[in-house]
Nanobody, 117 residues
C-alpha cells in the first residue's frame, strides 16, 4: 500500500515563510515525478511545482522566485519551502507522486496553508 503523508501546514502572516514535507511509504519505481498541487476555496486544483527523479524542477509563474521544491530520494520525501507568502497562496496543498513505469499516480490527503494579511 502506497501512502503519502503531508505535514507542515498552518497559519502564517503575509511575508512569512513555511515549509511543507511529504513522506512516501510503500513500493514505487525510482523513476517518478514528485509534485505539489494546491486548491483554494471555490477554485480547481492547480500545479504549484514538480521535480523529477533526476532533480529537474518546474515552477508555475505565481510562485517563481518564492517557492523551492526539493527531494530526498533515499527517504522518498519531497519538500516545498515557501517564502514571501501572500494571501492568495492560501489553499489546501496536496502532495503527488507519478510513478512513470507503473503508469499510476498517488495523492496525499492535503495540508491547509492559511496566509493572513
Amino acid at each position: 500500500q502506497v501512502q503519502l503523508v503531508e505535514s507542515g501546514g498552518g497559519l502564517v502572516q503575509a511575508g512569512g515563510s513555511l515549509s511543507l514535507s511529504c513522506a512516501v511509504s510503500g513500493s514505487i519505481s525510482i523513476f517518478n515525478v514528485m509534485a505539489w498541487y494546491r486548491q483554494a476555496p471555490g477554485k480547481q486544483r492547480e500545479l504549484v511545482a514538480k521535480i523529477t527523479s533526476g532533480g529537474g524542477t518546474h515552477y508555475e509563474d505565481p510562485v517563481k522566485g518564492r517557492f523551492t521544491i526539493s527531494r530526498d530520494n533515499a527517504k522518498t520525501t519531497v519538500y516545498l519551502q515557501m517564502n514571501s507568502l501572500k494571501p492568495e497562496d492560501t489553499a489546501v496543498y496536496y502532495c503527488n507522486v507519478d510513478d512513470v513505469l507503473g503508469h499510476v499516480a498517488y495523492w496525499g490527503k492535503g495540508t491547509l496553508v492559511t496566509v493572513s494579511s
